[in-house]
C-alpha cells in the first residue's frame, strides 16, 4: 500500500480539484481540508470523499468558482452565503471577521447559507480556539434521519462541534454527529456485506435493524435514542432555520451527483473567555487535569492528536484502489 505524505496528499487533492473545474481558492482551501482529515486519520472524509467533491464539481452540484460574500449587519453578527459552492472558503473568508467580531462584542456568530458539506466540523472550531477563542458549531446534511418516532428522514447527520483554547497546547476539540455513527461510516459497513451492528439505523417501517439494504432504504438512528433526534433537530434550527439555509428535508443528497446544490447551512458561534472570566485558562486547566487524573479517562481528541503527530512524522497509507477511483473519476 502506498504512503503519501501529507504535503503529496494535498497537492493530489488540489489538483483533482482544479482539473475539475474547482478556482484556485476553492481548490487550495478543499484540497487543506482533505489534508487535515488525513492527518487527523479521518480518512473517510478526506481522500476517500475527495471522490464526491469532484464528481459534485463535473455535475454542477457545487460551484468551484463561486465567490463567497461576507457581511456584517451587526456587532455580532456575521452572514456569510457560500454560493453554493464549498462551505470551506466561505469559512476561510468569515473566519477573520468572527474572530474581530467576537473579541469586540464578547459573542458573536457566523452564519453561512447556500453552502456544503464542511467536513470535519471539528477543525473550523479548532481554528477558532487557536485564536483564544471558545468555538461551538452546527450544520445540517440531507437527510437521513426520522424524527423520534417517525420513518420518514427529516434530519441529517446533522453534526456539531466544540472547542476551547489551551494555553501552550492544541485547543480541546469535540466532534460529534447527532445520528448513531456518521453517515460514511454506515455506507462503508454496507457496502462490505453482512449485518450492521444493532442500534446504528431502521428500516422504512421504522424497526430496529442490520440489514444494510433495509437500512439504507429506511433511517438512521440517532444516538441516545430521543434524546439524539431532538439535538439533531436543535442543529437544524441553528445550521438551517437561522442561518436561512434549506433544510435537510429539501436538501438534495450527496450520495448522488445529480440534482441541485444542497444549499445546507453552518452556524458558528464564537466567545472570547477574557470578556466573562479572567482566569478561564487556569480554570480550565484544572478540570482537565481532573480528569486525566482518573484511571482509565482520557481528554476528547487524544486519540485524534495522537494520529495527527504519527502521520506528520510517517506519512498516510493509501488504498490504491483509492487513488485509481480519485484518478479516474478526475478524468472523465
Not at 61 to 69: L, N
Amino acid at each position: 500500500m502506498p504512503i503519501l505524505s501529507l504535503d503529496e496528499i494535498e497537492t493530489l487533492a488540489r489538483r483533482k480539484l482544479a482539473a475539475c473545474g474547482a478556482g484556485d481558492i476553492a481548490a487550495a482551501s478543499v484540497a487543506r481540508s482533505v489534508r487535515r482529515a488525513e492527518e487527523d486519520g479521518l480518512g473517510s472524509v478526506g481522500l476517500g470523499y475527495l471522490g464526491t467533491y469532484l464528481s459534485h464539481l463535473r455535475s454542477g452540484k457545487v460551484d468551484g468558482r463561486a465567490e463567497p460574500r461576507v457581511e456584517r449587519p451587526r456587532a455580532g453578527t456575521v452572514l456569510a452565503d457560500a454560493g453554493h459552492g464549498f462551505a470551506h472558503p466561505a469559512f476561510d473568508r468569515a473566519s477573520a471577521v468572527l474572530v474581530a467580531a467576537a473579541r469586540e462584542a464578547g459573542t458573536a456568530t457566523l452564519a453561512i447559507r447556500r453552502s456544503y458539506s464542511i467536513g470535519v466540523v471539528g477543525h473550523p472550531v479548532e481554528d477558532i480556539a487557536a485564536e483564544g477563542l471558545i468555538a461551538l458549531a452546527f450544520t445540517n446534511s440531507p437527510a437521513n434521519m426520522a424524527p423520534w418516532g417517525g420513518r420518514k428522514p427529516l434530519f441529517g447527520t446533522n453534526p456539531l462541534a466544540f472547542a476551547a483554547p489551551r494555553a501552550g497546547k492544541p485547543p480541546l476539540v469535540i466532534d460529534l454527529a447527532t445520528t448513531q455513527v456518521a453517515k460514511v461510516t454506515l455506507t462503508a459497513a454496507a457496502r462490505r456485506g453482512g449485518p450492521l451492528p444493532e442500534g446504528w439505523a431502521f428500516d422504512a417501517e421504522g424497526r430496529p435493524t442490520t440489514d444494510p439494504a433495509a437500512a439504507l432504504a429506511g433511517s438512521m438512528a440517532p444516538f441516545g435514542g430521543a434524546k439524539g433526534a431532538m439535538l439533531a433537530l436543535i442543529v437544524e434550527i441553528l445550521a438551517a432555520g437561522l442561518a436561512g439555509a434549506a433544510f435537510s428535508k429539501d436538501a438534495s443528497p450527496y450520495a448522488r451527483a445529480d440534482g441541485p446544490p444542497p444549499g445546507v447551512g453552518q452556524c458558528i458561534i464564537a466567545f472570547d473567555p477574557s470578556a466573562f472570566s479572567p482566569d478561564f485558562p487556569e480554570r480550565i486547566e484544572g478540570l482537565f487535569a481532573a480528569i486525566a487524573a482518573q484511571d482509565g479517562a482520557r481528554l476528547p481528541g487524544d486519540r485524534r492528536l495522537s494520529a495527527r503527530m504519527t502521520a506528520r512524522a510517517h506519512g498516510v497509507d493509501v488504498d490504491p484502489e483509492l487513488l485509481a477511483q480519485i484518478e479516474e473519476i478526475s478524468a472523465a
